[in-house]
T-cell receptor
C-alpha cells in the first residue's frame, strides 16, 4: 500500500538553527510531491511542491526541499529557522489518483 | 476563484445528534478529500471522493459516518449519533487530478 513516512514527530530547535525534516514515500510510479504547513489554529497551506524538473525546489519563507528519486525521499530544509516557523509540517504525495499525507512533524522554535 | 469553502466553521452538537459538514471544492476541482485532526495529532485520512463516486473510504469508521459528493452541490460528511470522541477538526481539501490540494478552513466539531 502507498504510504508517506515522516520520521521526526517532534522537533525542537533554537532560532537560527538549521532544519531538515525527513519524508519518504512508497510508490513506484510517477508522483507529485508537496510540503504543507499548518500554523497553530489555522488550516494547511502549501509550502512548496515538486512536479518535475530541478529536484531542488524552493518554496516560500526560505524553505526548500530536495527530491531524491532513488531514495523515494523529499526532505524539507531551511538554513536558519525563526520563531515564526513554529508549526506542524506535512509531507504529501499525489500519485495522480490520490493524495497521501504523512502524519506530520511538529516543529517548535525557541527564541 | 474562491478557495475551498467549508461550513460551518464551528459546530456544537449534543451526544446522539447528527452533524452535517459541508465542503465546496474550488472551481474545476473534481477530487475531494476529508481529513480529521484530533488535538495534538496529525491529519487522519477519512475518505476520498470524485463526483458521485466514493473512491477510497478506508479511513472512515464503519458505522455512523458517511460521505457524498453529488453531481451538483457541495460534498457532505455526515456523522450520525455523535459521541464525545467525534469532537475534532474536520478538514476538506480539493484538487485537480494530479495537482496540489487546497484546504478549507476546517469545521471544528464539539460534542457536548
Amino acid at each position: 500500500a502507498q504510504s508517506v513516512s515522516q520520521h521526526n514527530h517532534h522537533v525542537i530547535l533554537s532560532e537560527a538553527a538549521s532544519l531538515e525534516l525527513g519524508c519518504n514515500y512508497s510508490y513506484g510510479g510517477t508522483v507529485n510531491l508537496f510540503w504543507y504547513v499548518q500554523y497553530p489554529g489555522q488550516h494547511l497551506q502549501l509550502l512548496l511542491k515538486y512536479f518535475s524538473g530541478d529536484p531542488l525546489v524552493k518554496g516560500i519563507k526560505g524553505f526548500e526541499a530536495e527530491f531524491i528519486k532513488s531514495k523515494f525521499s523529499f526532505n524539507l530544509r531551511k538554513p536558519s529557522v525563526q520563531w515564526s516557523d513554529t508549526a506542524e509540517y506535512f509531507c504529501a504525495v499525489n500519485t495522480g489518483n490520490q493524495f497521501y499525507f504523512g502524519t506530520g512533524t511538529s516543529l517548535t522554535v525557541i527564541p | 476563484n474562491a478557495g475551498v469553502m467549508q461550513n460551518p466553521r464551528h459546530l456544537v452538537r449534543r451526544r446522539g445528534q447528527e452533524a452535517r459538514l459541508r465542503c465546496s471544492p474550488m472551481k474545476g476541482h473534481s477530487h475531494v478529500y476529508w481529513y480529521r485532526q484530533l488535538p495534538e495529532e496529525g491529519l487522519k485520512f477519512m475518505v476520498y471522493l470524485q463526483k458521485e463516486n466514493i473512491i477510497d473510504e478506508s479511513g472512515m469508521p464503519k458505522e455512523r459516518f458517511s460521505a457524498e459528493f453529488p453531481k451538483e452541490g457541495p460534498s457532505i460528511l455526515r456523522i450520525q449519533q455523535v459521541v464525545r470522541g467525534d469532537s475534532a477538526a474536520y478538514f476538506c481539501a480539493s484538487s485537480p487530478r494530479g495537482g496540489e490540494a487546497f484546504f478549507g478552513q476546517g469545521t471544528r466539531l464539539t460534542v457536548v
